[in-house]
């Protein structure tokens, strides 16, 4: 049975990769390293959590002796890692967890699996040499884009802001690792991922829950930043795929051509929630969108090119943004109503 280590496997895409995992491989043992900080929730796990195959393991990523101990006790064989601090603003107001955890982190785990899986520079141990390390990064690292054109993998990083700084940084550390030592690595980068489990905290989540509540629905600047939208079942296919049969060493932009302004997130939910769940006062939920003052920094436009994993791996997007969004908000109805 492979035993594979994933990071971050309480938060909302590790959860839901770790769901899809499990139903569609029964000869995987997960392990599931989590701190749970804010933005992991053990309730994340409840639909696989008696599954045989899977154990939880509360800890750090920059725990050095606590990974390397994960590593021994269960010989592990793969690393999908997932675990980061994400939300920019957060970033913007206090970037030293940015650093230590998406840098830092990412570091600690490459190195310890580098000396449980390599011998020396471009050596395998026995029975290590189809091991691999697969490292989550973000559309964000690319910087702005502007009218027109895509992100590619060959698009030069431009990070703005101290989280797309810490996931950039993390990105060549991991490359370094496949160049300096041979390690069999795959980097991965998504657009905006969107569905059920995302933390509050985000775009939409809080689009919803303050339209339910009645409250202000608060859109940075003018809204017509735009982003790619992924819905978040669709972004954990492309991950296995990319782990599956993805070429060693190379990067993968995985998103959903789904490019939407904040402004028509905003008001396409708004409208779903009239029809799913209408105010009482049989008035739209539109009437309570507002524009706050924009954040520093705030990329105007993100697009993926998802060409290479779909030419090169054969993965394609189920969901388009209006099917995945209406799943979404039903979601959260049922969470916050």
């Known amino acids: 049975m492979n035993s594979i280590l994933i990071t971050g496997g309480a938060g909302f895409i590790g959860a839901n990769f770790i769901k899809h995992l499990l139903d569609t491989n029964s000869d995987t043992q997960v392990i599931n390293l989590d701190l749970l900080t804010y933005a992991g929730d053990i309730k994340n796990t409840d639909s696989f959590s008696?599954?045989?195959?899977?154990?939880?393991?509360?800890?750090?990523?920059?725990?050095?002796?606590?990974?390397?101990?994960?590593?021994?006790?269960?010989?592990?064989?793969?690393?999908?890692?997932?675990?980061?601090?994400?939300?920019?603003?957060?970033?913007?107001?206090?970037?030293?967890?940015?650093?230590?955890?998406?840098?830092?982190?990412?570091f600690v785990l490459l190195d310890v699996a580098r000396n449980a899986w390599?011998?020396?520079?471009?050596?395998?141990?026995?029975?290590?040499?189809n091991n691999r390390f697969l490292h989550i990064s973000t559309d964000e690292v690319y910087g702005s884009l502007g009218a027109e054109g895509l992100f590619t993998e060959k698009t030069p990083y431009a990070p703005?802001?101290?989280?797309?700084?810490?996931?950039?940084?993390?990105?060549?550390?991991?490359?370094?690792?496949?160049?300096?030592?041979?390690?069999?690595?795959?980097?991965?980068?998504?657009?905006?991922?969107?569905?059920p489990l995302q933390h509050d905290e985000k775009l939409i989540p809080t689009i919803i829950r303050n339209a339910i509540k009645g409250n202000d629905i608060p859109i940075?600047?003018?809204?017509?930043?735009?982003?790619?939208?992924?819905?978040?079942?669709?972004?954990?296919?492309?991950?296995?795929?990319?782990?599956?049969?993805?070429?060693?060493?190379?990067?993968?932009?995985?998103?959903g051509l789904n490019e939407r302004t904040n402004i028509y997130i905003a008001e396409k939910i708004c409208s779903l929630l009239d029809t799913l769940?209408?105010?009482?006062?049989?008035?739209?939920?539109?009437?309570?969108?507002?524009?706050?003052?924009?954040?520093?920094?705030?990329?105007?436009?993100y697009a993926i090119d998802a060409c290479k994993?779909?030419?090169e791996l054969g993965w394609i997007a189920d969901e388009n943004f209006e099917s995945g969004i209406e799943k979404t908000v039903k979601y959260y109805i049922s969470k916050y109503a």
Request: net charge negative; charged share 25%.
């Open 50 to 106: 008696n599954n045989e195959h899977y154990v939880f393991v509360e800890g750090d990523i920059r725990d050095r002796e606590q990974v390397e101990k994960i590593f021994s006790d269960f010989n592990i064989q793969g690393v999908i890692h997932f675990a980061a601090e994400s939300h920019v603003d957060n970033s913007i107001t206090g970037p030293e967890t940015f650093i230590t955890t998406n840098v830092n982190g990412t």
């Open 118 to 129: 390599m011998k020396g520079p471009f050596e395998p141990k026995e029975g290590k040499q």
């Open 160 to 195: 703005n802001s101290p989280y797309s700084a810490s996931k950039a940084a993390s990105d060549f550390i991991v490359r370094s690792y496949h160049h300096t030592y041979g390690m069999n690595v795959v980097t991965t980068n998504c657009s905006n991922n969107y569905g």
């Open 220 to 255: 940075y600047g003018d809204g017509k930043n735009v982003r790619d939208w992924l819905f978040v079942t669709d972004h954990c296919k492309g991950i296995w795929t990319a782990f599956e049969k993805g070429k060693s060493g190379e990067t993968y932009n995985i998103g």
């Open 277 to 301: 769940h209408p105010r009482g006062d049989s008035k739209s939920y539109k009437e309570q969108i507002s524009f706050v003052k924009d954040r520093p920094g705030h990329d105007k436009r």
């Open 309 to 311: 994993i779909n030419s």
